[in-house]
């Protein structure tokens, strides 16, 4: 059966972006040759679902959609035209998860942003969760997890460090 897996990394102390989207805490584990196990995890996936603004500021970088070769639905509260795989969801969450993981495929990514990482908590649908975490406090910014999220029990399935000292925790939500 699909799963919603959110794939994502955070400082040490949960926050996925400093203030003003800025990523740039991400570098300190940049290094050549190592993907954190990123290409083996776009194997497993053939959906993505993305938050608008998440979606407009990777696109905004200048290198397109990085999962254009997806189905990719993008949720948004405006209706908006298909562009070739990226379909603008004005829907409802739970229905269309409910139908995605209906279907034959692969799993599903959640690839941000905090606002649908938590969307998708409150209701229950994610079912895996990796974290990387990056060995840095930032003490502001974009959390990753919202107060009000429902208590949520997890097993812990793997974990990998690495010489960076970021650290990758697998976790399925158990329901």
């Not at 603004?53 to 509260?77: I, L, P």
């Not at 004005?90 to 139908?99: P, T």
Request: charged fraction near 25%.
């Amino acid at each position: 059966m699909r799963q919603v897996v959110l794939y994502i990394s955070s400082s040490l102390d949960g926050y996925i972006a400093k203030p003003g989207d800025d990523l740039s805490f991400l570098d300190a584990v940049q290094r050549e040759g190592e993907d954190y196990g990123y290409t083996a995890f776009v194997e497993t996936i053939d959906t993505v679902l993305i938050g608008k603004r998440t979606y407009y500021w990777v696109v905004s970088q200048g290198h397109g959609f990085h999962h254009a070769d997806k189905e990719t639905y993008v949720m948004t509260r405006q209706s908006l035209p298909t562009e070739g795989n990226v379909t603008f969801y004005n829907g409802d969450l739970k229905e269309l998860v409910s139908r995605l993981k209906s279907q034959e495929g692969k799993d599903i990514f959640c690839d941000g942003g905090a606002q649908l990482v938590n969307r998708l908590l409150k209701d229950r649908l994610i079912d895996k969760i990796v974290l990387s975490v990056i060995p840095v406090l930032l003490g502001d910014g974009t959390r990753l997890f919202d107060i009000g999220i429902p208590e949520s029990k997890l097993k812990l399935e793997n974990t990998k460090s690495f010489e960076s000292g970021l650290v990758q925790l697998c976790y399925s939500l158990i329901k």
